[in-house]
């Protein structure tokens, strides 16, 4: 009851005064095969009284998967002007994994709740990078991505011919991550060897498609427009 309490005060301390906001829709296909709907938010927010950055991303699996797999996640960032991560949650549910994630800020350094790992300023995640590509923001090429506890090497390549962001990573610290049983979307993110890459229009510069695959295996997220 204690952390439930807790995690409810975490949760209200962020609603925040938003000025404007942007909302991106992606299809997400699982073998080719649309299998659920992912939102993205964005919207300008104010951070202890800084003018920070909040994205939410959304994903629910579509009727008919929902009947065979269910997924229902939630996962918000909130970062500065330098795109340095202040503060994430993250709430999914799975068949047989349901994962709750916040992090906390303990004098103006960031920890995941109930934890000693910090989330150093220069550690970036998948969803603030993916924020940097959306916003067309200045990109690392060498960089450590964070991911529950786990750290990653991460080369990011552009290939301007095609407009494409090729995102390499190598486990960095092999240590525990503090989920044991992460989510599907995370897990497939970060497995070895996958090939993950990250499609801009050249003309809108939008983040118009991702792919993640591995052989056969490949999970896919496409920009449309919402009626």
């Known amino acids: 009851m204690e952390r439930i309490i807790k995690y409810i005060i975490v949760t209200l301390t962020f609603i925040n005064i938003s000025f404007s906001n942007d909302i991106l ?11 659920a709907d992912c939102t993205i938010d964005i919207k300008d927010t104010l951070y202890y009284n800084q003018d920070s950055k909040r994205i939410n991303f959304s994903v629910k699996t579509k009727p008919f998967f929902d009947f065979i797999f269910p997924i229902s996640n939630i996962y918000s960032i909130i970062l500065d002007g330098n795109n340095r991560i202040l503060f994430f949650q993250k709430t999914t549910s799975q068949p047989k994994v349901t994962n709750s994630l916040y992090t906390v ?86 497995k070895e ?16 498609k991702c792919v993640f695959s591995k052989g056969l295996m490949k999970i896919s997220a496409h920009l449309y427009i919402k009626n």
């Open 25 to 35: 829709n992606y299809k997400i296909k699982y073998f080719g095969i649309y299998a």
């Open 105 to 190: 800020n303990r004098n103006g350094k960031i920890f995941y709740d109930n934890s000693d790992f910090e989330i150093l300023p220069q550690y970036y995640n998948i969803f603030s990078i993916l924020y940097m590509i959306i916003s067309q923001s200045e990109m690392p090429n060498n960089c450590i991505i964070e991911r529950e506890g786990l750290l990653y090497e991460a080369l990011i390549n552009f290939n301007e011919e095609d407009s494409i962001y090729n995102l390499n990573l190598k486990n960095k610290n092999n240590v525990d991550p503090i989920i044991e049983h992460t989510d599907i979307f995370t897990w497939a993110l970060f």
């Open 193 to 208: 060897n996958y090939k993950r890459e990250i499609f801009i229009n050249p003309d809108s510069k939008m983040l118009e």
